[in-house]
T-cell receptor, first 115, second 112 residues
Framework: EPEVTQTPSHQVTQMGQEVILRCVPI?????FYWYRQILGQKVEFLVS????????KSEIFDDQFSVERPDGSNFTLKIRSTKLEDSAMYFC?????????????FGPGTRLLVL | GQQLNQSPQSMFIQEGEDVSMNCTSS?????WLWYKQDPGEGPVLLIA?????ELTSNGRLTAQFGITRKDSFLNISASIPSDVGIYFC????????????FGTGTRLQVTL
């Protein structure tokens, strides 16, 4: 069964460093998302992406964040200058967008630790 | 913003017992979903509900989309040890592939 994959599974970085989290969505999907989950808390929406542009973003997704689909398969989340509070699990998700079952499938996540 | 509150926050049950958990929202959603998250992994979809009043089953799981479109429940019958995990409800508004708003989660522990 097709699945969303994410790399790396874990990333440790120093505060102020740039990180790039990578995702390979399911191949025929057209809509892509990033969510994050701070330890012990709920999953929060960051950004959605369709047709090579951002569809919607949350208040969390400030100027330090950017997303890109550099080729036909990868979808990346860049954090330009990491802060301690960016430590979280970051999940990529994708969907075909075919109503009514616009199910979003989640990857296994990247655990980011900012020191 | 939209808030989804789940209850109970955590449950400790014995294997074989039935489980019920709820999700309530401050606003209306057009789609309700229930996900399960195992430690260190991403959410996995269990059940999706698309119409108010809809009752849907998936094996031992049953979920209902409330008539008011502001709530949903999930029942698990005859629990087994692999049911352990965190269960999240999520709401979705109308519109193509809109974002998910997740609930606060219910942590389920199953003892033998």
């Amino acid at each position: 069964e097709p699945e969303v994959t994410q790399t790396p599974s874990h990333q440790v970085t120093q505060m102020g460093q740039e990180v790039i989290l990578r995702c390979v969505p399911i191949s025929n999907h057209l809509y892509f998302y990033w969510y994050r989950q701070i330890l012990g808390q709920k999953v929060e929406f960051l950004v959605s992406f369709y047709n090579n542009e951002i569809s919607e973003k949350s208040e969390i997704f400030d100027d330090q964040f950017s997303v890109e689909r550099p080729d036909g398969s990868n979808f990346t989340l860049k954090i330009r200058s990491t802060k301690l509070e960016d430590s979280a699990m970051y999940f990529c998700a994708s969907t075909s967008g075919q109503a009514p079952q616009e199910t979003q499938y989640f990857g296994p996540g990247t655990r980011l630790l900012v020191l | 913003g939209q808030q989804l509150n789940q209850s109970p926050q955590s449950m400790f049950i014995q294997e074989g017992e039935d489980v019920s958990m709820n999700c309530t929202s401050s606003s209306i959603f057009n789609t309700w979903l229930w996900y399960k998250q195992d430690p260190g992994e991403g959410p996995v979809l269990l059940i999706a509900l698309y119409k108010a009043g809809e009752l849907t089953s998936n094996g031992r799981l049953t979920a209902q989309f409330g008539i008011t479109r502001k709530d949903s429940f999930l029942n698990i019958s005859a629990s087994i040890p692999s049911d352990v995990g965190i269960y999240f409800c999520a709401g979705q508004l109308a519109g193509t592939a809109s974002k998910l708003t997740f609930g606060t989660g219910t942590r389920l522990q199953v003892t033998l």
